[in-house]
């Protein structure tokens, strides 16, 4: 019903920015909750930002007041923008939707993106 595609990674080094989209089409609505997730190689899956219908934020601690999360309903687009980037950000960041408010629990996210690569050198 959803499709979320991310775009904005690539390869930068440490100290530097790059900003993450995830645009949604289908059966988009403003009222979902969007999260911002990543996976690093042998870890698991964690929630890094997300923003509420009503652009309420949530940010995990490692990331908090470096990776500033916004959103653009009427573009039906979420932004990611990613400063101060450390080699241990290097990852795979998904978008994902639900409807409700955010919730670290990844069951909880109906759709989810392919996913863009980070790679942050040192």
């Known amino acids: 019903q959803v499709q979320l595609v991310e775009s904005g990674g690539g390869l930068v080094q440490a100290g530097g920015s790059l900003r993450l989209y995830c645009a949604a089409s289908g059966r988009t609505s403003s009222t979902y909750g969007m999260g911002w997730f990543r996976q690093a190689p042998g870890k698991e899956r964690e929630l890094v930002a997300g923003i509420s219908s009503s652009s309420n934020t949530y940010y995990a601690e490692s990331v908090k007041g470096r990776f500033p999360i916004s959103r653009d309903n009427a573009k039906n687009t979420v932004y990611l923008q990613m400063n101060s980037l450390k080699p241990e950000g290097t990852a795979v960041y998904s978008c994902?939707?639900?409807?409700?408010?955010?919730?670290?629990?990844?069951?909880?996210?109906?759709?989810w993106g392919q996913g863009t690569q980070v790679t942050v050198s040192s």
């Open positions: 994902a939707a639900r409807q409700g408010l955010i919730t670290t629990r990844q069951a909880a996210y109906d759709y």
